[in-house]
């Protein structure tokens, strides 16, 4: 695979859910890769926002690179909120204190991080809030400052599961509704292994790592 072709698909998903071109908007997911393999492999293409899944690395490819849209979606430990001063946006959000120690870092960097909350995928994983305190959540987290764009999901690994993409789509449809309910409107859902089902449920934002550079 390589992006051109992960772009088709993601066109081709949005053609056959009836949705406008362009609505699902590819994140690629560089994490462990050099810049060297991201200029190639997905920068010689267009630009993209690029997701990183650890703090270190955000920063260190960041400073070299502070012309990119640069997105943040690993765990989010307290000593490593320092390092997301160039993240645009947070796709893993994942409890209050999070958004409270990234809202007071945003103070001494003169601008702050828009975030989306991770929802629990309902099987046996650690992280992601849990769907019923979701609403609750989301009002503690606006109560920081930080601006809620959407949610994000990332689904089980299902491989080999009798209808797995039925479950996939059901949990994917499930957290589009959510966001809807809550009024939220972006939706990061979606990787190399399911993205054609997360855009047919309505992701805004589709993650994708390992197809971009195999
Ligand atoms: C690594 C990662 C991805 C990309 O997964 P691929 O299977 O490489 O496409 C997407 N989202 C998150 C949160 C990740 O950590």
New binding site residues.
Partial sequence: MSLPEVLSGIRAAEAQAGRAPGSARLVA?T?GQTLEAIDRCVLSHGTFPL?E?RAQELRDKAAARPDLEWHY??ALQRNKVKYLRPAALV??LEAVWQAQAIAQAAQGWGRAPAVLLQVHNGEAQKHGIEVELLPGVLREVQATGLSVRGLMV?APDLDGHPARDERLLALFQDTARRAHDLGLSELSMG???DYPLAVHAGATLV?????LFS
Avoid at 207 to 211: N, Y
């Fill in positions: 997911v994490k997701g899944g979606l690993g796709h893993s990332m990787m190399s292994g993650r994708v790592g390992r197809s």
